[in-house]
């Protein structure tokens, strides 16, 4: 099982301070494992003191983990956070 840390470190963009990527594009991804990944980030986050009061999070994708981390996020409270997707629905 990862720490918080080894989450964060997972999902960082390399140059890019405060952008992190699920990663659930890979092959063989499950919805459930990409809810499982949007919960870990969630919780990493909050658990490294990475949120700030008034952040504002935008999400990009819709898809089960974008739902699902946007979710978590915005139930931690403190932050605002935007949800954006190109499709007409959510979780196409």
């Known amino acids: 099982m990862l720490n918080p840390k080894d989450v964060i470190e997972g999902a960082q963009v ?3 301070p ?8 890979d092959t063989r ?12 980030l969630a919780h990493a986050l909050q658990h490294q ?3 700030r009061d008034g952040a504002r999070i935008a999400v990009l994708g819709g ?7 946007a979710a978590a ?10 949800l954006f997707e190109q ?3 959510l979780i196409p």
């Open 73 to 82: 996020l915005a139930l931690q409270g403190g932050a605002e956070v935007h």
């Open 18 to 25: 405060n952008v992190y990527v699920l990663g659930c594009f």
């Open 29 to 40: 991804i499950t919805f459930y494992a990409q809810q499982v990944r949007a919960l870990e």
């Open 87 to 89: 499709a007409g629905e």
């Open 14 to 16: 390399r140059d890019r």
């Open 63 to 69: 898809g089960a983990g974008g739902v699902m981390v």
């Open 49 to 51: 003191h990475l949120l």
